[in-house]
């Protein structure tokens, strides 16, 4: 079972140049979400989505896009890569709207460097 | 302002000896309280929850306390061992779906 699965690893852009995060999950989880870490601060939420065909955006959306088109698959798009994007990148899934007790599933991580 | 503070920052402790973090929140409405253990490199990954009504709840040697009216919570580590070592991060539901993040604790664990 690979629960949620991230490429690249790492990625290392120049300013202005757009890449794609990708995010998969093999659970049937309807909720899918992306977060940023950095130093010192606690994770922030991205954009997310709570099925096929539904995005909304978190507390940090500016210079992200996101399409929810399969249950299983969350990508996450860099537009124009800026130095302030630089920081690691966590998918995560939950199988209902984080209601209840509904845990989040994270994916390993995908650490971005842009100079 | 809905807050998540964390407390140390971080640890450095012996192998075998025990510790506790703690996690301070003004979050509300509160619906729970979850604390995740980040490995280095890796995702976070869920050790327990607590909801309003709960006041203890162990995980093995993890053992989680909720006090809902000082808004306080912490988590001990019992006999710890060398795989403890990861950052341990307090989670804090509002209402039905918003999540407010600590920012962790970094615990070393030293042979």
């Known amino acids: 079972n690979a629960g949620v699965t991230q490429t690249p690893k790492f990625q290392v852009l120049k300013t202005g140049q757009s890449m794609t995060l990708q995010c998969a999950q093999d659970?049937?989880?309807?909720?899918m979400s992306w977060y940023r870490q950095d130093p010192g601060m606690g994770l922030r939420l991205i954009h997310y989505?709570?099925?096929?065909?539904?995005?909304d955006q978190g507390e940090v959306p500016n210079g992200y896009n996101v399409s929810r088109s399969t249950t299983e698959d969350f990508p996450l798009r860099l537009l124009s890569a800026a130095p302030s994007q630089t920081s690691v990148y966590f998918c995560a899934s939950s199988s209902g709207r984080l209601s209840g007790a509904n845990v989040l599933t994270f994916g390993a991580g995908s650490r971005l460097t842009v100079l | 302002k809905n807050q998540v503070e964390q407390s140390p920052q971080s640890l450095i402790i012996l192998e075998g000896k025990n510790c506790t973090l703690q996690?301070?929140?003004?979050?509300?409405?509160?619906?729970?309280l979850r604390w995740y253990k980040q490995d280095t490199g890796r995702g976070p990954v869920s050790l327990t929850i607590m909801t309003f009504s709960e006041n203890t709840k162990s995980n093995g040697r993890y053992t989680a306390t909720l006090d809902a009216d000082t808004k306080q919570s912490s988590l001990h580590i019992t006999a710890s061992q060398l795989s403890d070592s990861a950052s341990y991060i307090c989670v804090v539901k509002r209402g039905a779906n918003n999540l407010f993040f600590g920012t962790g604790t970094r615990l070393t664990v030293i042979p």
């Open positions: 659970m049937n989880h309807e909720y």
């Open positions: 996690c301070n929140y003004t979050v509300s409405p509160f619906s729970n």
């Open positions: 989505s709570v099925g096929a065909g539904i995005t």
